[in-house]
């Protein structure tokens, strides 16, 4: 199946600072959508963005699909950016057994 | 807008229990996931129903199973439960025809004592 791959596993930042996460697969994607983890559990959509470049407020991503990699970047961290970035992908076009799978996830600290 | 409904949102059993997880998806997405996640770990497929039939299926132990009924709603039945079911289970729902993101319910954290 598909590889995802999260880098940094770990962050620690402190308030007001910028962040780029980074996600990488091993095949060409149909979807990709960016999480993010809140410390009760709740998995946020941040972006749909199987390719180009979106931005939402503080958050922004872009993804270039025929080099496979998707970065998400954060700036001016606030300490409720804190929880697990995941970045997911489905190779499938919809309609055929399409699922995500799930990078490890990034855990972000944002200290204040 | 509308969003993904999950109940219970809590669930406590004993080991040899049965469980049963209900999912609402968002009005008019056709297409229903069911995802496990343990601690620390990230999200696993276990099956996914498009328009009432099951489209797909991940890991999903035998002593699991779901369906989508006929107003959508969809049920997660899991039976002869082992202390590493406890786990979060999320739904998410899409619009399958458009190619949509997934949209995630919050959740049901099932703890099996």
């Known amino acids: 199946g598909i590889q995802v791959e999260q880098s940094p596993p770990d962050l620690i930042l402190q308030e007001g600072a910028n962040s780029t996460l980074r996600c990488n697969f091993s095949d060409s994607v149909n979807n990709l959508q960016w999480f993010h983890q809140n410390p009760w559990g709740q998995l946020i959509n941040l972006f749909y963005i199987p390719s180009g470049t979106k931005q939402n407020g503080r958050l922004s991503a872009t993804t270039v699909a025929t080099e496979r990699y998707s970065l998400l970047y954060i700036s001016s961290s606030q300490t409720t950016d804190s929880g697990v970035y995941f970045c997911?992908?489905?190779?499938?076009?919809?309609?055929?057994?399409?699922?995500?799978?799930f990078g490890k996830g990034i855990t972000l600290s944002v200290r204040p | 807008a509308a969003g993904v409904i999950q109940s219970p949102r809590h669930l406590i059993k004993e080991k040899r229990e049965t469980a049963t997880l209900k999912c609402y998806p968002i009005p008019r997405h056709d297409t229903v996931y069911w995802y496990q996640q343990g601690p620390g770990q990230d999200p696993q497929f276990l099956i996914s129903f498009y328009e009432k039939m099951q489209s797909d299926k991940g890991s999903i132990p035998d002593r699991f199973s779901a369906q989508q009924f006929s107003d959508y709603h969809s049920e997660l039945n899991m039976s002869s439960l082992e202390l590493g079911d406890s786990a979060l289970y999320f739904c998410?729902?899409?619009?399958?025809?458009?190619?949509?993101?997934?949209?995630f319910g919050p959740g049901t954290r099932l703890l099996v004592l």
């Open positions: 997911a992908v489905d190779k499938n076009y919809a309609g055929a057994n399409s699922k995500l799978t």
């Open positions: 998410a729902s899409s619009q399958l025809m458009w190619r949509e993101t997934q949209y």
